[in-house]
């Protein structure tokens, strides 16, 4: 199956990114047909474990998106076992220094450039038999997210790590860490200096970055910075917002009678 993340960014073009928080493949199916080009199962913060993502990811075999996972830590078991699973890239959250990435890096390579274990037990499906290993190396992508004050003062010696394809902002986290409010969409000018200077970073070693939004507005936004990933809130809180708004809108629209 090809890497539809890697031919997109090789157009020049950004990659719209689902989120799955709900561990439901009927969830994942629904959003797998609505056009975004990849879908990342969150079992870090999500609702998620390993077996509602294989469900997840059978559920959108049958779409053109590409599936993904953000791991619960920079683990080698969970990273190798997500591979195994079927993931085509994996985020993993709070790397903040050269040795992590290149641990993470390490983690999803088969040899000679990383220690992954040999047995891709439902990955292999995707391709002929026996052919997974040969382009598992190149078609798998190592995403390291940078969410910390850390992370950003290693920000050069991470990206140098080789295997790297990109990177994943996350806002909140990286707002917290500076004092600020937890949130998606920033507009601080420490933390957009901070975005300016990762995005000169990823081009000049042709790395893609990536980053977390609260919706289409901030999608946008970024995109026209120079993001070349961009995540849609998640399903639930999607889910979450249309439900609002159309129940305002009912109430709204009564007359008083609901």
Known sequence: ???????LWASGKAVVNAWLAIPS????????????????????????????MVACFQAMNGHPVTPM????W???????KVLDGGAYGVICPMVNTKEEAEAFVQ???????????NGPIRAGMYGAGGSYQDTANVETLCIPMIETRTAVENMEAIL????????????????YSYGLVPKLDREEPEILKIYDKLLKE??????YPGIHCSGPAGAAKNI???????????????????????????????????
């Open 1 to 7: 199956m090809a890497n539809k993340v890697k031919q």
């Open 25 to 52: 493949g009927f969830s994942a199916e629904v959003m797998a047909q609505c056009g975004f080009d990849s879908v990342t199962v969150d079992i870090q913060h999500g609702v998620q474990d390993y077996q509602s």
């Open 69 to 72: 996972v953000r791991v619960p």
């Open 74 to 80: 920079n683990e080698p078991g969970i990273i190798g």
């Open 107 to 117: 983690s999803c390579k088969y040899p000679p450039r990383g220690t992954r274990s």
């Open 160 to 175: 140098d790590v080789e295997g790297i394809a990109g990177v994943y902002v996350g806002p909140s986290d990286l707002g």
């Open 202 to 207: 990823c081009d000049k070693r042709g790395i």
């Open 224 to 258: 026209a910075m120079g993001f070349k990933l961009v995540t849609l809130l998640n399903d639930s809180g999607i889910m979450a917002t249309a439900a609002k708004q159309w129940v305002g809108e009912t109430r709204q629209n009564s007359g008083g009678k609901a």
